[in-house]
């Protein structure tokens, strides 16, 4: 990759299809990281949520639920979760978009800093 006034030009690559699913997960943590600093393995795996406060808001009265998942990815190395309100059996066009999440979160181990 190269600039020419102010425009990126990249070469000409070949598209590759991929299992994109398949290349971030992993089954395991990185052998690089000690178990004592495997801070967000306990999170792995689907938990359903009770949402009481959302955006610093009491939403307790809604009886809104959610879902989060997480799971390891690139290569063990770090923990990805993906978090959805209202749950995802509960989702169409007609709920309250103030009180929508669909997101995720990716931490990553640092190997110079062992955190």
């Known amino acids: 990759m190269y600039h020419e006034r102010n425009t990126v030009v ?14 971030l ?6 052998p690089d990281i ?3 600093a495997d801070v967000y393995g306990w ?7 009770v949402v009481l406060r959302y955006r610093g808001v009491d939403v307790s009265a809604h009886g809104l639920t959610g879902e989060v998942h997480a ?22 066009r007609h709920f309250d978009q103030t009180i929508n999440m669909y997101g995720t979160t990716l931490r990553s181990w640092d190997a110079s800093i062992h955190a």
């Open 25 to 30: 997960a992993a089954d395991a943590v990185s």
């Open 34 to 36: 000690p178990e004592s």
């Open 71 to 92: 799971a390891r990815v690139l290569e063990g190395r770090a923990v990805q979760d993906v978090w959805i309100m209202p749950r995802t059996e509960d989702r169409n």
């Open 43 to 49: 999170l792995c795996g689907s938990w359903d949520l």
């Open 10 to 23: 990249m070469p000409a690559v070949t598209k590759r299809l991929i299992d994109f699913p398949g290349v």
